[in-house]
C-alpha cells in the first residue's frame, strides 16, 4: 500500500496546478493541506505571486515560516480559490471536516472562495459519511443544554450515538475562535442536510463539520494514481 503522507503529497500536488499568479487563496488545516503550502511556497519562493487567507493559527504559522504571504478575510474578503483537506469525502462531495478543530475558521474561508478543491488520500472517499465522529463547534457557555439539544435533535432524524467533548492533555480543547468541541459519533449520516440544518438551528451551536455544496471538485490521491472529481 502507498505511503498515506506521499497520497496527500501528490493530491497537494495535482492541487497545485489550479493555482495561478496573482491569485487570492484560501488556505487549508491539516497534514494534507500542510504539503500543500510546502509545495506552494517552493512556488511562491520561485517567483508566483498570491496571496492566502489560513484557515487556522497552525496554518498561519506554517505560511509565516515558508514565506507564503498572507491577508485576511477583512482586507480581502473574497478569493480565488480555496484548497484545504477533509475527514470525509462523500457523495455530491459532501464533506465532513474539523478533526484538526479548524472547522469554523475553515468554513468561513471556503466560503469565500469562488471555487474551493479538496484534497485527499483515497481513504477519506466514502459512500455514506459518518465514519468520523461529526465535529460541532459550541460556546463553552451551556455546553451541557447545547450537547443535549444536539443529541434530541439528532434523534429526530433517527441519529443516535455519544456525544463526547474533545480535550487535549486532559483538559478541553479550545478551538482559534475560544470555543468548545463536541464530536458527535451517530454513525452514517444518509441526510447530512437535514442534519446541518437541525444543528444550526440549536443556540450554542457555532458551526459544525458538514460542509454541503461547497466543494466544486475533490483531488484524491490513491494507489492506483490522483483522480479529480467535479461537484
Ligand atoms: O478539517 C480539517 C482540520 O480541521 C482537516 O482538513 C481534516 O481534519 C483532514 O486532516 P488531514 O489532512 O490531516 O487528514
Redesign the pocket.
Known amino acids: 500500500m502507498a505511503d498515506q503522507q506521499a497520497l ?1 503529497v501528490e493530491a497537494a500536488r495535482e492541487a497545485l496546478k489550479f493555482v495561478e499568479d496573482g491569485m487570492r487563496l484560501g488556505i ?6 500542510a504539503e500543500f503550502v510546502r509545495l506552494l511556497a517552493e512556488r511562491v519562493a520561485d517567483g508566483l505571486s498570491i496571496i492566502g487567507v489560513p484557515t487556522s493559527e497552525r496554518t498561519a504559522k506554517l505560511c509565516r515560516e515558508l514565506g507564503v504571504p498572507l491577508t485576511s478575510l477583512e482586507e480581502t474578503p473574497e478569493l480565488d480559490l480555496g484548497v ?4 470525509e469525502i462523500g457523495p455530491g462531495l459532501s464533506l465532513m ?7 469554523l475558521r ?1 468554513k468561513i474561508v471556503a466560503a469565500a472562495c469562488r471555487d474551493f478543491i479538496v484534497i ?1 488520500d483515497e481513504t ?1 472517499h466514502v459512500e455514506t459519511l459518518g465514519r468520523f465522529p461529526l465535529p460541532i463547534e459550541i460556546n463553552e457557555f451551556g455546553r451541557g443544554a447545547t450537547s443535549a439539544a444536539i443529541s434530541r435533535a439528532a434523534k429526530k432524524l433517527g441519529l443516535s450515538g455519544e456525544i463526547r467533548l474533545r480535550e487535549r492533555d486532559g483538559k478541553p480543547f479550545e478551538t482559534d475562535g475560544g470555543h468548545l468541541i463536541l464530536d458527535a459519533s451517530f454513525g452514517r449520516i444518509p441526510e447530512p442536510r437535514a442534519l446541518s440544518d437541525a444543528l444550526h438551528a440549536i443556540p450554542g451551536v457555532v458551526e459544525h ?1 458538514l460542509f454541503l455544496d461547497m466543494a466544486g471538485r475533490a483531488v484524491l490521491a490513491g494507489a492506483q494514481g490522483v483522480r479529480t472529481i467535479q461537484a
Do not use: I, N, Q, R
Open positions: 496527500k487549508g488545516t491539516g497534514s494534507t493541506a484545504d483537506g477533509a475527514d471536516k474539523g478533526g484538526g478543530g479548524a472547522l475553515e485527499a477519506k463539520g
